[in-house]
């Protein structure tokens, strides 16, 4: 009996993370779908969108450019260490190029606008469940996921891509800089590498990956903000699971495209 009843609790133990596991995925999968829904009927939220445009994508920029000049800097100095030892500093540029268009730009970038703007969106929204804004936006016949989610998801989904290709050009010019004025790199020799070695579909794929990426960020986060419960402390509970759920999912998603988009190039 004693058998039957360890066996009978560690079923359950793992029943209940599957259901939970089961009950999120399906939560966001509905939100991301009323959201599609939404995003061809009107009225549509044109104000809202570009104030969304504005706080993912302009107030970002700075941050973006930072990061991916340093990112691009230190790429280019690791870059030259190893392949100085095979005489082959000119392929420093097509190096760093490619690893910024690849997977250092969308990567990275995702993981800073998530901490930036996924944190900010499950913030606000939670705030606004608490407060019962949310319950204040329906009595008026307003849709809160038209109003709310879409314009967010929408956002997060043209500005992200064009901050990872703002990252991969921040970083590019912070690797030549580094390279022709420190590392003495020929000039004509570096974009020279970059020419021959990397192609459009290099930044075509970089490209996919920050869109999915955008997508998953502003999906994890407005589901975390719209469904919060707890008070102040559900807010702070939800705020992290947001931020490391989508940050997870990022990095397991970027090998799964990684596989997928450069296996046999």
Not at 95 to 108: F, H, K, M, Q, Y
Not at 109 to 123: E, F, N
Not at 154 to 181: D, E, N
């Amino acid at each position: 009996m004693s058998v039957v009843r360890f066996l009978g609790s560690m079923a359950s133990g793992m029943v209940l993370p599957v259901r939970v596991f089961l009950e999120q995925t399906g939560g966001m999968v509905m939100l991301l779908v009323w959201s599609c829904v939404w995003l061809v009927r009107p009225p549509f939220r044109y104000r809202e969108l570009m104030r969304q445009l504005d706080f993912v994508g302009a107030q970002s920029t700075l941050l973006i450019v930072l990061t991916g000049a340093f990112t691009g800097m230190v790429s280019a100095l690791q870059g030259y260490n190893g392949l100085h030892r095979y005489g082959a500093e000119s392929l420093v540029g097509a190096t760093v190029a490619l690893a910024l268009t690849r997977e250092l730009g969308p990567v990275i970038t995702g993981l800073m606008v998530i901490g930036r703007v996924g944190s900010a969106m499950t913030t606000e929204l939670g705030a606004m469940r608490n407060t019962q804004q949310i319950d204040a936006l329906t009595s008026m016949a307003v849709d809160p996921i038209q109003f709310l989610v879409t314009p967010r998801i929408v956002a997060s989904l043209i500005c992200v891509p064009l901050l990872a290709v703002l990252f991969s050009f921040s970083g590019m010019v912070g690797a030549y800089g580094v390279c022709t004025k420190y590392l003495s790199i020929d000039p004509g020799a570096f974009m020279a590498g970059i020419h021959d070695y990397v192609v459009a579909e290099d930044i075509v794929h970089g490209v996919v990956k920050a869109v999915v990426f955008g997508l998953l960020m502003s999906v994890v986060a407005c589901h975390k903000g719209f469904y919060m419960t707890g008070g102040a402390r559900g807010a702070g509970i939800a705020t992290t699971k947001a931020v490391v759920l989508s940050s997870v999912l990022v990095l397991v998603m970027d090998y799964v495209m990684t596989t997928l988009m450069f296996k046999g190039t």
